[in-house]
């Protein structure tokens, strides 16, 4: 099974609101990241968790906010947020974060910021 | 500074044939891995077909097949026998080995699979 599931998949928001995207992988992988993907553009990296333990920070402002509670779980906290914030959020997963091993993605979330 | 290189905005194939999509990558360190990647327009990002740099045989998986030329810092997807279900973008990326696990991706080449 290579799967990591997401929700929601489709999420809209208002700039004063807070929400959280959820991400869920029961590989036994132990490196969890966090993309934002833009229309028509490759995947950006924003965080990386490896052991439940945030290792990467792309620079990501402070509106988004990273949380992996276990091994399987990864959240992304969201609050006021701005239309540019608009895009597909992807999670992966992979084995560890130290070797070359492939990453796993889930489905997206599509999130709308109005 | 690692960078990934995919001249193909867009590809056409006829259904049943062969097409290559086109990646070239550039890198000073000797030990990487280059990756290739599906994306639907459902928007999940499928991986296919893994090579590393001191790998001696091209990967190949299923329809898949990897033509690495190193010499050239060239990683070509061949997909054989096309079908309509393979009308997505296509992802080269590359991560060297012991960075922070950043994958490094091209631009994308978005195909379509026709009758």
């Known amino acids: 099974d290579t799967e990591v599931t997401q929700t929601p998949k489709h999420l809209v928001m208002g700039m004063t609101n807070k929400k959280s995207l959820k991400c869920e992988q029961h590989?036994?992988?132990?490196?969890m990241y966090w993309y934002k993907q833009k229309a028509k553009k490759p995947p950006e990296l924003m965080f990386v968790y490896s052991y439940e333990k945030l290792s990467i920070n792309e620079s990501v402002p402070s509106r988004f906010s990273p949380e992996c509670p276990n091994s399987s779980l990864l959240n992304l906290h969201l609050h006021a947020l701005q239309p540019e914030d608009s895009a597909l959020y992807l999670c992966?997963?992979?084995?560890?974060?130290?070797?070359?091993?492939?990453?796993?993605f889930g489905p997206g979330t599509r999130l709308t910021v109005t | 500074a690692q960078k990934i290189t995919q001249t193909q905005p867009g590809m056409f194939v006829q259904e049943k044939e062969a097409v290559t999509l086109d990646c070239t990558y550039d890198t000073s360190d000797p030990s990487y891995g280059l990756f290739w990647y599906k994306q639907p327009s459902s928007g999940e990002m499928i991986f296919l077909i893994y090579q590393g740099s001191y790998d001696q045989q091209n990967a190949t998986e299923g329809r898949y097949s990897l033509n690495f030329q190193k010499a050239r810092k060239s990683a070509n997807l061949v997909i054989s026998a096309s079908q309509l279900g393979d009308s997505a973008m296509y992802f080269c990326?590359?991560?060297?080995?012991?960075?922070?696990?950043?994958?490094?991706f091209g631009t994308g080449t978005r195909l379509q699979v026709t009758l």
């Open positions: 990326a590359m991560r060297v080995t012991g960075t922070a696990s950043k994958l490094t």
């Open positions: 590989m036994g992988h132990r490196a």
């Open positions: 992966a997963s992979s084995l560890t974060r130290d070797r070359n091993y492939e990453q796993y």
